[in-house]
């Protein structure tokens, strides 16, 4: 069974930084697309940035170009997003997402704010 737990999240000031861990489970990774989403209340979720488990190609949402950073660490089975510069509007739930095909595994999230 697959498990994703996010950690990482927290309250920063508008400017700040903070990172973001998914540590995966329960099967071998090396075919799957690993992304991070959020939801900020009253919104939809959405896309975040996204890395291929195995190239290590990434792709980014144009509102956090340049200032978050997605890797992994396949070692370690755990994928971040390093996020910096933050802004009041980054301010979200962030999820953790496992693709493989028509196979979607979600984490639980973990809130991020970012007071102005």
């Known amino acids: 069974q697959v498990q994703l737990v996010e950690s990482g999240g927290g309250l920063v000031q508008a400017g700040g930084s903070l990172s973001l861990s998914c540590a995966a489970s329960?099967?071998?990774?090396?075919?799957?697309?690993m992304s991070w989403f959020r939801q900020a209340p009253g919104k939809e979720r959405e896309f975040v940035a996204a890395i291929s488990w195995s190239g290590g190609t990434t792709n980014y949402a144009d509102s956090v170009k340049g200032r978050f950073t997605v890797s992994r660490d396949s070692a370690k089975n755990t994928v971040y997003l390093q996020m910096n510069s933050l802004k009041s509007e980054d301010t979200a739930v962030y999820y953790c997402?496992?693709?493989?095909?028509?196979?979607?595994?979600w984490g639980q999230g973990t809130q991020v704010t970012v007071s102005s």
């Open positions: 997402k496992a693709n493989y095909g028509r196979n979607n595994y």
């Open positions: 329960g099967r071998t990774f090396s075919s799957y697309v």
